[in-house]
């Protein structure tokens, strides 16, 4: 659905008036290096084409409605309604907009369309979108840090920020204080993501362990972003769990991977982050616990004409792709996958956004 498609369907189930219809979009967010699931760990990302887009306007009443292009179901949610009187998906929709609410919210009406598959997040893109509608129809304005702040609810603010920082041809930078962006030059590439049904290991008990303990010898050590891999080598020995040692170790030296693209992409240099996105894969191989399903989508992946750079994500991997060999990686990698582990993995293909 494009642009003005998406707004003829807005009038259709909307009618036409003389209020002022606002437009946003946000894509789905790509973690290029680093954790951004990790509270303090530094990343680099960008958002993808396949996006949440939104229409929305003054609806003159005390509500805000919400309809989907896909669907005619409707969600009306009137103003000082309790959220636990919504269930599931429209739960999170009522949580966002109450979170809203002190600080001037306006009634209004909005319609989405999400091309984010569902073996995707799109928990990020629609939480920006939406709160980003609602601030324009309702005139709020609010530094970046508190608009991501009611985007998370309870989450941490990492992703948000990433995504409402994002901007295309860029990536951006996630490593205390303001966002950075960088150049990121991908012309004549797609981004193909091979999805499975093995989700990743959750690593944040051993971590949240490992800097307990980094924090105890070292207190200046604040975040995940200040460590390095010889403070880690002292503090590791008084580590009572190996997990947690594997773990920090993949971080500290993902954060030197970061400081080397970071400084290479400010003159475009591409070769490097594609170089240390496929050190940082070899790196979550070997120390992040990763499944049979992943290694085997990244080894495949790695090993195929035309893929520049092949990263595991949940569930599945994301690779850069010479965008004239995706139908011939997509076809190399279905076939030996299905072969060997059993069944079909499910392929996307976008631009970064």
């Known amino acids: 659905m494009n642009f003005l498609t998406l707004k003829e369907d807005f009038y259709k189930r909307y009618e036409t008036s003389g209020k002022f219809l606002h437009y946003t979009s946000y894509g789905a967010l790509c973690t290029l290096l680093g954790h951004t699931d990790i509270p303090t760990a530094p990343s680099l990302c960008c958002t993808l084409s396949m996006r949440v887009e939104m229409f929305a306007r003054k609806s003159g009443g005390n509500y805000v409605k919400i309809e989907n292009t896909t669907t005619d179901k409707c969600l009306q949610y009137p103003f000082g309604t309790s959220t636990d009187l919504f269930k599931g998906k429209t739960k999170f929709f009522a949580e966002l907009i109450h979170a809203l609410e002190n600080?001037?919210?306006?009634?209004?009406?909005?319609?989405?369309?999400?091309?984010?598959?569902?073996?995707?997040?799109?928990?990020?893109?629609?939480?920006?979108?939406?709160?980003?509608?609602?601030?324009q129809v309702s005139d709020i304005e609010l530094t970046p840090l508190e608009t991501a702040a009611i985007c998370a609810l309870s989450d941490d603010l990492t992703p948000y920020l990433a995504v409402l920082f994002s901007k295309k041809g860029y990536c951006t930078l996630m490593n205390s204080g303001e966002p950075k962006k960088l150049p990121l030059p991908l012309s004549g590439y797609k981004i193909l993501t091979a999805h499975c049904t093995e989700p990743l290991s959750n690593h944040s008990k051993h971590i949240k362990y490992a800097m307990s303990e980094i924090r105890r010898l070292y207190p200046h050590i604040n975040s995940i972003s200040d460590l390095t891999p010889e403070i880690l080598s002292t503090a590791k020995s008084s580590f009572k769990n190996s997990k947690a040692a594997k773990y920090m170790y993949h971080l500290s030296t993902e954060n030197t991977r970061i400081n080397t693209v970071s400084a290479t992409l400010k003159r475009c240099d591409i070769k490097t982050l594609f170089r240390e996105i496929n050190n940082s894969e070899q790196s979550m191989e070997r120390f992040w616990d990763i499944g049979t399903e992943h290694k085997f989508l990244a080894n495949t992946a790695r090993n195929t004409d035309g893929i520049a750079a092949v990263r595991c994500q949940d569930k599945g991997i994301w690779a850069i792709v010479e965008e004239d060999k995706v139908d011939y990686a997509i076809n190399m990698i279905k076939s030996d996958f299905e072969n060997t582990i059993g069944y079909k993995p499910t392929f996307c293909v976008c631009d970064t956004f």
């Open 103 to 135: 600080s001037g919210l306006k009634g209004a009406e909005i319609l989405y369309n999400n091309t984010i598959p569902n073996f995707i997040s799109s928990k990020h893109a629609f939480s920006a979108a939406l709160i980003k509608s609602l601030m």
